[in-house]
């Protein structure tokens, strides 16, 4: 479809979308222009989050000429917040997804957003010539919802956060450890290499398609449908196979050559399903060698995990920085600090000029950090940052 479009030798904008079964992020860019990172979203708050988390983990792939797609909008369609409608606005833009109104602008309720949708500054830094995504750089606490399928929206995904990299012991990301009952855990961070099953509680089915994707999360999730037995495994000595306890499938590297899943155990996949353990450091080795020849192993993906708290930040083309400071889970409103440490671009004492890109008004200049006061729940403060 693209070489079609191409030949065409007319500017035409390609959009794909395969709902993110197939780690599109990885290797979608040279295909098309944007591409669906997460599943359909829908109208409610809870569904609509995730779907940053699902941007933050592959972020690094998107750039000019190609991004990543969060679904239309829903801000304006009657459910939201006002609080919610920005920041769900606010957060698509800083990570570079295409803003679609999904509202009927006949409606009362989506003419009332218009504001929103029209704000020159929030456009400008969507529509920013670097068009570089803002990354989570920083999160505390605990958001409360789960990874997995909880809450109301129930078919959302895990994150497809498990991938192979270049070997290196001291790469933390890849030191995992086997624990007696089957959990397979990144010390890291505590989470457990989990098969991403359970929908309509189908935890044995052996689907011949991609779509029994494979992360590392929390561990005995109680929002799955399958008693745990996701987060098991059983490693084959002989075979050197990792083998899923709820579906018997095998740990199976993607032909992609960056991403793992789950499918049947099959000697014609015997390449793709074979796992060295090497116990002295904790590293699954895969046999598969990429194109750079280098021994790959399992590991997780180093974006920064959501929090009750979050800060987000980003390079603009200018030498400015976006700064978007997120109230994801705090009951009530809350005071919360970007500390320019962690923001790329900034660091430990440098000073900035700072503007409120919502309420267009210049603060002045500060030095080490900025602090936003009174964040509503579930609400958002967006800064332009130009580091001085």
């Known amino acids: 479809m693209r070489d079609a479009l191409n030949a065409t030798d007319r500017p035409i904008f390609y959009s794909a979308c395969e709902w993110a079964v197939d780690f599109p992020s990885t290797w979608m860019k040279p ?60 957060l698509w833009a800083v990570m570079k997804s295409p803003l679609l109104i999904g509202c009927d602008l006949s409606k009362p309720d989506c003419i009332s957003n218009v504001t929103i949708f029209t704000n020159p500054e929030v456009l400008a830094i969507s529509q920013d ?10 999160s505390v606490g605990d958001k409360g919802v789960p990874y997995g399928k909880s809450g109301v ?38 989470e457990c290499l989990q098969l991403d099953s359970g929908q309509s509680n189908q935890c044995s089915q052996n689907w011949g398609v991609w779509t029994n994707n494979v992360a590392s999360s929390l561990c005995n999730d109680p929002a799955s449908s399958c008693g745990g037995k996701q987060t098991l495994w059983t490693y084959n ?68 995990q959501g929090g009750a708290e979050e800060v987000f930040a980003g390079p603009l083309a200018n030498g400015d920085i976006v700064i978007l400071i997120w109230n994801r889970n705090v009951e009530g409103s809350a005071n919360i600090t970007a500390d320019f440490s962690y923001i790329p671009g900034l660091g430990a004492g440098k000073s900035a000029s700072i503007r409120d890109v919502w309420e267009h008004t210049d603060l002045g200049t500060v030095t080490g950090s900025i602090t936003a006061t009174s964040v509503p729940p579930h609400g958002v403060v967006v800064y332009r940052a130009s580091p001085q």
């Open 31 to 90: 295909v098309a222009n944007q591409w669906r990172t997460t599943y359909d979203i829908q109208n409610l708050w809870d569904c609509v989050v995730p779907h940053v988390d699902w941007q933050n983990v592959f972020a690094d792939y998107f750039g000019p000429g190609g991004f990543g797609d969060m679904d239309i909008l829903e801000v304006g369609n009657g459910v939201l917040t006002p609080d919610e409608g920005k920041a769900h606005f606010s």
């Open 129 to 138: 010539a670097l068009a570089l995504p803002a990354r989570r750089v920083w």
């Open 153 to 190: 929206c129930g078919q959302e995904e895990l994150p497809q956060n498990t991938v192979i990299r270049e070997c290196d012991p001291n790469d933390p990301y890849q030191i995992w450890m086997r624990s007696s009952n089957g959990s397979i855990i990144l010390p890291l961070t505590g």
């Open 237 to 304: 000595e002989i075979t050197r196979t990792l083998i899923n306890n709820a579906s018997g499938q095998c740990l199976t590297v993607h032909s992609a050559l960056v991403n793992v899943g789950a499918l049947p155990c099959d000697i014609s996949r015997q390449g793709m399903q074979t796992w060295s353990w090497i116990e002295s450091n904790g590293q699954f080795v895969s046999s598969v060698t990429p194109p750079s020849g280098v021994k790959s192993c399992l590991a997780r993906t180093k974006d920064v």
